[in-house]
């Protein structure tokens, strides 16, 4: 192995990429350079995986890599490093090292062979968060060139640089904004709910919720974040906790769509759960109130009297100023939330 000052001086080096540098790309093209300080290599290429479209999207290269991203345009490409173990946690993989011969690897026989390349370190990146970010490959014309001290390196630092490209690190930040969070996730395109670092899970924000899916729907129509209020049962009786959703969605990217946050409900200022499920209905385009009543199952004088509680608390002169600003306080429960959810640590 390479003497411990340069593997030290490159833990820092990509340490201070994470903290400095702005921008994925950015990131991504600083740890390339790094790494090119360090270890021999002739191309490398670096990419986040989006694991629900099963893809590898290219954040920097270096050198001649134009092959390995016609590769990664594959539509194998994917499975095949599945096959071949490189999209598990472990340590990077030498090409001498691969459980097949080269030239019965696509990427090696149709790509980085006809390019003159012969040899390579590869492997997939995952973050302290346990989250699989992304994959990286370095190459070599000479097989010898990249040896096993240097896989030892990459080994050493491959915790970092998933670290550097962790987008939900990007997403804890940008939710900071909402200080009285108590708990949060990141929801990703397809429905799951991943760690966001920094704050607790709840269950309440489990993948099957019903407040994850009013979130997602409201968030479809536009804008880049929502507040409301849900209710939840509990052993306690019936109690409302603040919903803040945040579109951090980069479809060309990757998978991760919103940062969803849970926190106390805040001033209510006198509305019933009654007036702000009205509230709900009103910001949902049910104006006429028969049809405000029937879908809350009251009669018409409770709903004109739930209004004209909402107007005060408002300070809204009439229906269209009140939605508006019910809409922009968060104080509001939408309709599908209408039925209570069901709380509990998971």
Same mark, same amino acid.
């Given at each position: 192995?390479?003497?411990?000052?340069?593997?030290?001086r490159?833990?820092d080096?990509?340490?201070d990429?994470?903290?400095?540098?702005?921008g994925?790309?950015?990131?991504?093209l600083?740890?390339?350079?790094?790494?090119?300080?360090?270890?021999?290599?002739?191309a490398?290429?670096?990419?986040?995986?989006?694991?629900?479209?099963?893809?590898?999207?290219?954040?920097?290269?270096?050198?001649t890599?134009?092959?390995?991203?016609?590769?990664?345009?594959s539509?194998?490409?994917?499975?095949?490093?599945?096959?071949?173990?490189?999209?598990?946690?472990?340590?990077p993989?030498?090409?001498?090292?691969l459980?097949?011969?080269?030239?019965?690897?696509?990427?090696w026989?149709?790509?980085?062979?006809?390019?003159?390349?012969?040899?390579?370190?590869?492997?997939a990146l995952? &973050?302290? !968060?346990?989250?699989?970010?992304?994959?990286?490959? @370095? *190459? =070599?014309? %000479?097989?010898?060139? /990249?040896?096993? $001290?240097?896989?030892?390196?990459?080994?050493?630092?491959?915790?970092?640089i998933?670290?550097?490209?962790?987008?939900?690190?990007?997403?804890?930040?940008?939710?900071?904004?909402?200080?009285?969070?108590e708990?949060?996730?990141?929801?990703?395109?397809g429905?799951? &709910?991943? !760690?966001?670092?920094?704050?607790?899970?709840?269950? @309440? *924000? =489990?993948? %099957?919720?019903?407040? /994850?899916?009013? $979130?997602?729907?409201?968030?479809?129509?536009?804008?880049?974040?929502?507040?409301?209020?849900?209710?939840?049962?509990?052993?306690?009786?019936?109690?409302l906790?603040?919903?803040?959703?945040?579109?951090?969605?980069?479809?060309?990217?990757?998978?991760?769509?919103? &940062?969803?946050?849970?926190?106390?409900p805040?001033?209510?200022?006198? *509305?019933t759960?009654?007036?702000?499920?009205?509230l709900?209905?009103?910001?949902?385009?049910?104006?006429?109130?028969?049809?405000?009543?029937?879908?809350?199952h009251?009669?018409?004088?409770?709903?004109t009297?739930?209004?004209?509680?909402?107007?005060?608390a408002?300070?809204?002169?009439?229906?269209?100023?009140v939605?508006t600003?019910?809409?922009?306080?968060?104080?509001?429960i939408?309709?599908? *939330?209408?039925?209570?959810?069901?709380?509990?640590?998971?």
């Amino acid at each position: 192995m390479k003497c411990d000052p340069d593997l030290v001086r490159l833990q820092d080096e990509l340490a201070d990429v994470g903290t400095m540098a702005e921008g994925l790309n950015e990131r991504a093209l600083e740890i390339l350079e790094a790494l090119g300080r360090i270890l021999p290599f002739d191309a490398g290429w670096l990419a986040v995986r989006d694991p629900e479209r099963r893809r590898h999207v290219p954040l920097a290269t270096t050198g001649t890599a134009e092959p390995l991203r016609r590769y990664f345009e594959s539509p194998g490409a994917d499975a095949e490093l599945e096959h071949l173990g490189l999209n598990s946690a472990q340590r990077p993989v030498l090409a001498s090292e691969l459980p097949v011969p080269l030239p019965e690897i696509c990427a090696w026989a149709e790509h980085l062979l006809p390019a003159g390349f012969r040899g390579g370190i590869a492997g997939a990146l995952f &973050a302290s !968060t346990g989250r699989h970010v992304g994959f990286l490959s @370095l *190459l =070599a014309e %000479d097989p010898a060139r /990249l040896s096993l $001290a240097d896989r030892q390196i990459l080994g050493a630092v491959t915790g970092v640089i998933a670290d550097d490209l962790d987008r939900t690190q990007e997403i804890a930040t940008t939710a900071r904004i909402v200080g009285t969070a108590e708990a949060g996730v990141v929801l990703t395109r397809g429905g799951d &709910a991943l !760690t966001l670092p920094g704050l607790p899970d709840d269950r @309440l *924000l =489990a993948p %099957d919720s019903p407040i /994850l899916a009013a $979130a997602t729907q409201e968030l479809s129509a536009g804008g880049p974040y929502t507040a409301f209020l849900a209710p939840v049962a509990g052993p306690d009786g019936e109690r409302l906790v603040r919903i803040t959703a945040l579109d951090c969605a980069l479809p060309d990217l990757d998978h991760l769509s919103a &940062a969803v946050l849970l926190s106390s409900p805040g001033n209510l200022r006198g *509305l019933t759960p009654l007036d702000l499920r009205v509230l709900g209905q009103l910001v949902a385009g049910t104006t006429p109130v028969p049809a405000l009543a029937a879908a809350l199952h009251v009669d018409s004088r409770t709903t004109t009297e739930a209004l004209r509680r909402a107007e005060v608390a408002l300070d809204a002169p009439g229906l269209t100023a009140v939605a508006t600003r019910a809409l922009r306080s968060g104080l509001r429960i939408p309709p599908g *939330l209408s039925r209570p959810t069901r709380t509990g640590r998971r």
